[in-house]
T-cell receptor, first 110, second 116 residues
């Protein structure tokens, strides 16, 4: 099945700094989804990217899908303490199943 | 919409006991997924159902694990007998055709299982 590698595993930033997490696959992905899991919570869907080179924004969050559809990134501008959590990318396979990356755990220091 | 409902939220049991986790997916969703999350292994897909039919159970660790979906609104994950290494958070998720046909998954709050 699909495998996605996600880096970094952990990231500590000062509040107000930017943050980026990267997701890479050795194979071409049909689409990629991003999820956020708050500490003690459950994964929550953020967005799906489908098209080559696609860029989508949600307030301070910018999501990109690579031209070759083998990589994706999530960038947060001017982090806030509410951004704390683990961010997962997930590649879809057959019949709607997802393969999740290992996640990037973001800590925002006030 | 109540979202995906899981019970119990916490379960503490002794090794060798049977454990049953329950899930009610979002009404109208026809896909249901069971995941296990641990620090060591991350988020692992155990099994998923489409229209109540198990499609892929290759993620089920061993024969001690079984899952059923007798109807569109209920699923169970059973571990018998349980072992300490089964301790984890178990999530149920459901999906249907979302906006932009994205089939995003909606997760329940999870069941934190501790086997002593």
């Amino acid at each position: 099945g699909q495998q996605v590698m996600q880096i970094p595993q952990y990231q500590h930033v000062q509040e107000g700094e930017d943050f980026t997490t990267y997701c890479n696959s050795s194979t071409t992905l049909s689409n990629i989804q991003w999820y956020k899991q708050r500490p003690g919570g459950h994964p929550v869907f953020l967005i799906q990217l489908v098209k080559s080179g696609e860029v989508k924004k949600q307030k301070r969050l910018t999501f990109q899908f690579g031209e070759a559809k083998k990589n994706s990134s999530l960038h947060i501008t001017a982090t806030q303490t509410t951004d704390v959590g683990t961010y997962f990318c997930a590649a879809s396979g057959s019949a709607r199943q997802l393969t999740f990356g290992s996640g990037t755990q973001l800590t925002v220091l006030p | 919409d109540a979202g995906v409902i899981q019970s119990p939220r916490h379960e503490v049991t002794e090794m060798g006991q049977e454990v049953t986790l329950r899930c009610k997916p979002i009404s109208g969703h026809n896909s249901l997924f069971w995941y296990r999350q641990t620090m060591m292994r991350g988020l692992e897909l155990l099994i998923y159902f489409n229209n109540n039919v198990p499609i892929d159970d290759s993620g089920m660790p061993e024969d001690r694990f079984s899952a059923k979906m007798p109807n569109a609104s209920f699923s169970t994950l059973k571990i018998q007998p349980s072992e300490p290494r089964d301790s984890a958070v178990y999530f149920c998720a459901s999906s249907g055709k979302g906006r932009e046909s994205s089939y995003e998954q909606y997760f329940g709050p999870g069941t934190r299982l501790t086997v002593t």
